[in-house]
């Protein structure tokens, strides 16, 4: 099975990512899109997803698609990355005059910034998932997460882990409660022993507050904020704020949101 898969991987037609004409590094200086007579499909026997498809975007105008769910609005954004090609070069998309399917992968990619509905962070800081290369200084970026109302996660906790944590103090509290109406029950019975179990208890806590002093020490503060595998520790909300704020920093003169707000409230937006 497992070999039978590599080789249908290795069967897969490679994207030519390294060919192309590679545009001015000023391109795209203005951002100007244009869609003309676009016709998209995903595979060979299937129906053509966008069909003569043709607008237009001007400079630093914002655009907003809308549509019932599978009407094409995510495959605008497969057509202009060319993560899938037109069909037979029906139609043609253009940036700042430049036919994209002429243009090297790598220049046309990263010429737009691109938040998806489900954005995935890496593992690490905040600020390594915000800026890689280290362009910006630590202001630009705190001033940004402050914007974006994000600056608890600077205490180093995310509100998942908050709630979390809150969670676990509960059910120890019920946990002690319930050990303790048991240790009642039994009290007549065994007066001496019962105290003894008490002042083995208070111990317990404090050292329980030792505990977690220590991790919040390990804990990221500030910019050092922890990222956990692919964001686990952050709601979906969470991670598409901080790809805003990504997006932000990039200054790319395109940016592509799809659906990119709808798991954050309506004021943050
Ligand atoms: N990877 C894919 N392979 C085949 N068909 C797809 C794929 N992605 C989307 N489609 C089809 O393309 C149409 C448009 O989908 P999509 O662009 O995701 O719509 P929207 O984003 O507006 O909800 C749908 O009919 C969908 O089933
Ligand atoms: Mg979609």
Redesign the pocket.
């Known amino acids: 099975m497992r070999v039978s898969r590599v080789y249908n991987l290795y069967d897969i037609p490679q994207e030519k990512f390294d060919s192309g004409k590679i545009p001015d590094k000023s391109w795209p200086s203005k951002g100007e899109i244009k869609f003309e007579n676009v016709y998209l499909r995903?595979?060979p026997n299937?129906?053509t997803?966008l069909n003569n498809l043709s607008f237009h975007v001007a400079p630093g105008e914002k655009v907003g698609?809308v549509?019932?769910?599978?009407?094409?609005?995510?495959?605008?954004?497969?057509a202009l990355t060319r993560i899938?090609e037109l069909e037979n070069n029906k139609g043609k998309i253009s940036i700042d005059g430049e036919d994209i399917s002429k243009l090297n992968l790598e220049s046309l990619r990263g010429s737009m910034t691109m938040i998806p509905q489900d954005p995935t962070l890496f593992t690490g800081s905040l600020r390594h998932n915000v800026d890689p290369f280290e362009d910006n200084t630590d202001e630009e970026i705190i001033s940004l997460f402050k914007k974006a109302g994000l600056e608890y996660l600077f205490e180093g906790k995310s509100k998942k882990e908050k709630e979390d944590e809150a969670n676990e103090k509960a059910d120890k509290k019920k946990r002690l409660q319930i050990e303790d109406e048991e240790e009642e029950k039994d009290k007549d019975k065994k007066d001496d022993k019962d105290s003894k179990d008490g002042e083995k208890s208070k111990d317990e806590k404090k050292d329980g507050e030792g505990e977690k002093k220590e991790d919040e020490e390990e804990d990221g503060k500030g910019l050092k904020f922890r990222v956990k595998e692919e964001g686990n520790n952050l709601s979906v909300g969470e991670k598409q704020l901080i790809c805003i704020v990504r997006a932000i920093l990039r200054r790319n003169k395109i940016v592509i949101l799809?659906?990119a707000t709808a798991n954050i409230d309506v004021v943050t937006e």
């Not at 019932?68 to 495959?75: E, F, M, P, V, W």
Request: hydrophobic share 30%; aromatic share 4%.
């Open positions: 995903y595979r299937t129906d997803v698609i549509g019932r769910t599978g009407a094409g609005k995510s495959t605008i954004t497969m899938v799809d659906e």
